[in-house]
């Protein structure tokens, strides 16, 4: 029961980076890739009516998350105190430059808030990164079952680490650059004209980042946590997850060179899917690995009783059919390019 | 840690308190927009199509504040109170995750396409779109509720081989009796915050001669659907919910109401400062016997004060819980007298010329606000000193690990965040107002 769980909260965690991965993207890339005010509300009318929708996954992840392995939720969210109040802050910011900015024009509102949404999500793709990194490499946990973690303290990868040390801010680098190319790819898909071009040469620069980058990452990897290797060895079907993420990422320059922007967008997913399943794959059973071995948190010391979890996937499913079906409504809904009018709001009424 | 536990409390109800300004317009709205969507499509009338239009300008505002304002509440079960969630997240961990499961989805989906997409969907398909976004956000404040009245009235959990607590019956949690008595006063006190707004925009507009025909639909939208709300406050769901209290949180009934010792026919107090170092009320103005009647239908009941409880029972913040009830109930008296008299001059065809009672209406907006925080300030710090009521203190709820330092750090950060946020919400609301439901009024309205 506990592995199920595993499985599900991984699926949707990954659904929430695939779908507000390409949000924060477009965020991420908003300054760059857009010049006028009329590019600017471009980028913005192709998240506009889904970024809310897409946060969802987190929450909805996070009270799985919550219910399915409550020592986890409180032992990781406790621990991870500071930057999840940061995040929480950037999650405010980036949420109101996004709803707010269209509705004064003047010179001195619009430019602010196009600021504060770049930032907030440059800001929130390095954080989801190191957070990333956090997991993987594991955290002070101690035999309460607790921890806390500073923000930094040497940037070393000691007993005593922070959130940032050498490690995880690579992560975070490799997250932005992963979230920029993919965003940009979206942006692409839904735009005309300067910016769409203007974004996709920009993803077609970052992807020999996220080349070079995961690569790099890769490698280290495989040395910060080796429960990975030890897991490939176990079950090698488990090759199949690194795989899908190669696979992904050729497919953005296969499909890039022959102007597919549908399939290139999808390829970009594919990555980020298999980057994913690689991590969650490569520490199970732990969920949260300590940095003493001993200490660290498995499936089965973080579940809870096996009722509630019986219970709870009847709904889960029920609530995922539905779920599904409104996704693929609303994306129907607002398939195609978005058209800006001049003084408009996009989709506007 | 007793310092750290003061922060992380204080952390909890600024976030929280500021929080739920937005999800009860949010509700209150939503329904009402339901109301005018059902208007329009059966009377056929454009005049409601705009007027919604008009208020889902409003509501999109508010929505997003509440969305970005609600994410730090989740967090912060595992955050800042991770042993509560460490004991207690296999059971209300359900209704959490359900929430975002149930109604996030639904309410985001729907959101969005009710606000780009009524050319797309047709008259049918927007009725559908407000209406879902309705169910989406009553169902959060359900599941909500549900987790609050589980903290308020344990049931349906066994313990656990490790002493954590586990769901024994999905069922008995949903179907709490104290849930669903305090979803219905909780539902109809967001109502009341919307009927309120709506009722005060149209009062503005019909006192400053401007919009006059959507300022009498708003009035008359607001009174109607209002003055059932502020009954229904009052009884039967008040009432069952002082009676729920009594029953099961006897010490947190005689602090509500300043009663220190046991009595025989107590007398109901409406004013008066309780002095708990001396264990009275002072100045009291008190009416006699009323409260017996009330809790239990006799005049002479017994009624057990707080000396009748060892004082590790009684809730730790007894002036402030006192006076949230108070200020509570008196508001929801004076909104049951404004909006029936409101109601009586609609009836006798004198309302939107009455100027009296449009300032009235007008000047009581931010009381719904009020008496709506008051309200879940009463409950909260009548749990105490519990947090799970009866089964887990709050001194031990709070996370091990996380200093008060870091609490302050972030308390500030989200006072600093709030306040801009605030003074956000009231500029682009004002602005709305200004601009008003007329398609050509202002020039600004070309930006939309």
Known sequence: MGTIWFCLIAIMITVYVLLDGFDLGAGAIHLFVAKTDEERRQVLASIGPVWDGNEVWLLAAGGTLYFAFPVLYASSFSGFYLPLMIVLWLLILRGISIEFRNHIKSAVWDPLWDFLFCASSLLLAVFFGAALGNVVRGVPLDASGYFFEPLWTDFRLSERTGILDWYTILVGVLALSVLMMHGGLWVRLKTTGAVGERACRLASRTWWMVTALTALVTVLTFRVQPQIMKNLRTWPWGFVFPFLAVAGLAGVRWFMARRDEKKTFLSSALYLTGMLTSVVFGVYPMVLPARNPLHSMTVMSAKAADYGLKIGLAWWVVGMILAAGYFTYVYRSFAGKVAVEKNSHGYGD | ?448
């Not at chain 2, 009498?216 to 406050?233: C, H, K, S, W």
């Not at chain 2, 057990?304 to 809730?315: S, T, V, Y």
Request: glycine content about 10%.
């Open chain 2, 1 to 448: 840690m007793n310092q750290a536990l003061d922060v992380h409390r204080l952390h909890f109800a600024f976030t929280v308190t500021f929080h739920y300004i937005f999800p009860q317009l949010t509700m209150g709205l939503a329904l009402l927009l339901v109301y005018l969507k059902t208007k329009a499509l059966r009377t056929g009338d454009e005049h409601y199509n705009r007027a919604a239009r008009f208020w889902a300008r409003i509501f999109g505002i508010n929505f997003v504040l509440g969305v970005v304002t609600g994410i730090p509440m989740e967090f912060q079960f595992g955050t800042n109170w991770a042993a509560f969630s460490k004991a207690a997240g296999g059971v209300i961990g359900q209704t959490l995750a359900m929430e975002g499961v149930f109604s996030f989805f639904l309410e985001s989906s729907f959101l969005g396409l009710f606000l780009f997409g009524e050319k797309r969907l047709g008259r049918m398909g927007h009725w559908w779109a407000a209406f879902l976004v309705f169910v989406g956000s009553w169902l959060s404040g359900f599941l909500i509720v549900a987790t609050d009245a589980w903290m308020q009235f344990p049931t349906a959990y066994r313990i656990g081989a490790n002493g954590e607590i586990e769901l024994a019956s999905f069922w008995g949690l949903l179907l709490n009796k104290w849930a669903l008595w305090q979803y219905a006063h909780n539902m109809l006190g967001a109502t009341q915050t919307g009927c309120f707004v709506m009722a005060a925009v149209g009062a503005f507009y019909l006192l400053t001669k401007r919009d006059e025909v959507y300022g009498r639909t708003f009035v008359r939208a607001g009174v109607l659907v209002g003055v059932v709300a502020a009954l229904l406050q009052l009884f039967p769901t008040g009432d069952m919910q002082g009676k729920l209290v009594a029953e099961h949180q006897p010490p947190t009934l005689a602090a509500m109401e300043g009663l220190f010792h046991t009595q025989q026919g107590a007398p109901l107090a409406i004013l008066g400062q309780p002095d708990v170092e001396k264990r009275k009320l002072d100045n009291p103005l008190e009416v006699p016997n009323m409260l017996s009647f009330l809790t239990y239908k006799r005049w002479g009941a017994n009624v057990r004060g707080l000396d009748d409880f060892p004082q590790d029972q009684w809730p730790d913040r007894i002036p402030l819980l006192y006076y949230s009830y108070h200020v509570m109930v008196g508001l929801g008296t004076i909104f049951i007298a404004v909006m029936v008299l409101a109601a009586l001059l609609y009836w006798r065809k004198k309302l939107y010329e009455s100027r009296w009672i449009l300032w009235l209406l007008m000047l009581c907006v931010p009381l719904p606000f009020i008496a709506n925080t008051a309200g879940w300030m009463t409950a909260e710090l009548g749990r105490q000193p519990w947090l799970i009521y009866g089964l887990m203190r709050t001194a031990h709820g709070a996370s091990p690990m996380v200093g008060a330092g870091n609490v302050w750090f972030t308390l500030i950060g989200f006072l600093g965040m709030y306040s801009v946020l605030a003074i956000l919400w009231l500029f682009l609301l004002w602005r709305e107002i200004e601009i008003g439901p007329e398609p050509s009024g202002g020039k600004l309205m070309a930006m939309r």
